[in-house]
């Protein structure tokens, strides 16, 4: 059974920093790239940030370059993101994602697309007051 379980959520004060942390198990968690995502009240869930499967490449949203950085121990199954200069704006439910080993190819063109991802966290809640 797959499971990804994130934490590190919480309340911040604008200009602050959180590391939001995904445990993953059930899944061949050194072999796949991974993604973080994130759902505000009232809009679409949107893409923050992915990693390739060696942690090699990284993809971020416009929104978060910068700012926002992702990492993964793969000892560890766990992949990390790292919220620096955190705005108001960033308030959201911040999802971890990973796709199937047997779907869709992960690439710069694709890392950012919902379709990609097979597997979800229930998510953490992260809010910015200004």
């Known amino acids: 059974q797959v499971q990804l379980v994130e934490s590190g959520g919480g309340w911040v004060q604008a200009g602050g920093s959180l590391r939001l942390s995904c445990a993953a198990s059930g899944l061949p968690f050194t072999i796949l790239s991974m993604g973080w995502f994130r759902q505000a009240p009232g809009k679409e869930r949107e893409f923050v940030a992915a990693?390739?499967?060696?942690?090699?490449?990284?993809y971020y949203a416009d929104s978060v370059k910068d700012r926002f950085t992702i990492s993964r121990d793969n000892g560890k199954n766990t992949e990390y993101l790292q919220m620096n200069s955190l705005k108001p704006e960033d308030t959201a439910v911040y999802y971890c994602?990973?796709?199937?080993?047997?779907?869709?190819?992960?690439?710069?063109?694709?890392?950012?697309?919902?379709?990609?991802?097979?597997?979800w966290g229930q998510g953490t809640q992260v809010t910015v007051s200004s």
């Open positions: 994602a990973a796709p199937s080993q047997y779907g869709p190819a992960f690439t710069s063109m694709t890392a950012d697309s919902l379709n990609l991802y097979d597997y």
């Open positions: 990693i390739t499967w060696n942690g090699a490449d990284t």
